[in-house]
Nanobody, 122 residues
Framework: VQLQASGGGLAQAGDSLTLSCAFS???????FGWFRQAPGTEREFVSA????????AYAESVKDRFTISRDNAKNMVYLQMNSLKPEDTAVYYC?????????????????WGQGTLVTVSS
């Protein structure tokens, strides 16, 4: 599985951004997810979606503000980010895990795209 993230940029608090992740390769039994990493911190789970069931999961810090979705036909996963806060500033990574179980720890995810930087100013 190969992944490529895009869509990051500069936003102001309260703005919205949409991140996109294009992937190629097998999707059956995969989880696709978004993680983020701010300077000096560990990479943290943001959201994930199960390709076969569309079940979703979110970190508490982004729940009700971010929405993950997928487009089967385009092999894309999106992260709609609303009501952005300065603390959302980070490099965002899309990732894939070939399993039907969701684990939120980044070290259990196998495939990673390059990061895309999101900067939110107050």
């Amino acid at each position: 599985v190969q992944l490529q993230a895009s869509g990051g940029g500069l936003a102001q608090a309260g703005d919205s951004l949409t991140l996109s992740c294009a992937f190629s390769g097998r999707t059956f039994r995969n989880y696709f997810g978004w993680f983020r990493q701010a300077p000096g911190t560990e990479r943290e789970f943001v959201s994930a979606i199960a390709w076969s069931t569309s079940n979703t999961a979110y970190a508490e810090s982004v729940k009700d503000r971010f929405t993950i979705s997928r487009d089967n036909a385009k092999n894309m996963v999106y992260l709609q980010m609303n009501s952005l806060k300065p603390e959302d500033t980070a490099v965002y990574y899309c990732a894939a895990r070939q399993s039907t179980s969701l684990i939120r720890l980044h070290r259990y995810w196998t495939y990673w795209g390059q990061g895309t930087l999101v900067t939110v100013s107050s």
